[in-house]
């Protein structure tokens, strides 16, 4: 066969993997990522780079696959990405599994939720089976509820987790609010809230300079100042 009928060949090939006019699989269909082959779900689209590797894709079948840590065994039926070495950074697990987040703990990470790495392989997103106790800046100890979603900042520092109780926590250097236990809480890098949901009725200057009162189970959004943004 000539080069010429060749590339003809291989192309004509890989378009009767997509549908017409999109990157969406017609079938399931094994294909290449930068590392090895897997076979990618039917019905949803597929993101190639430059080099024709897949970098994003719904699963067809639960697949253990390396991310930029560790070995992970990633659900059916949920999209992943991968860099371009074919390691994924982020899924949605199958099972539980342990691994060190960005702060430098080890959490068994729980099976079923979303999970994310950075480039070094640690966690910057999960769920940990078991919860995590973290020390804001203030010393105020905090805990998240077991099971529930997690972010990092890259530093280590909190991002956000749903409160397993209701706390006490900073909004700024000089205030303290009671934010709801089994609602998300949101914190700058700095460690201060910036957003959650009131634990009791609660006045808040806003960022123009008035008070506002806000009853139990507001959510509530602050600037870097502690302000209230309306």
Known sequence: MSKFFAIIFFVAAVAE???SGADTLKHDTLMNTASLKVMFKGGFPVTLNSQGYVVEGVLAAETDLWTTGPLVS???????KLNNDGKVYEGFTAVNFIAQACNGTFYELKANTPVAFNNAGMIIEGSPAQGLEYVCNDGTRIFSEPGTDVKFYPSGQIKRLT???TTKLSINK???ISFMGLRSVQFDMEGFVIQGTTAKKATFVTQNGTTVVKTQGEIVKFDSHGMLIE
Do not use: M, P, T, V
């Open 17 to 19: 993997c997509f549908a």
């Open 74 to 80: 990633f659900a059916a039926g949920f999209k992943i």
């Open 163 to 165: 409160l397993a109780e």
């Open 174 to 176: 000089d205030e303290k």
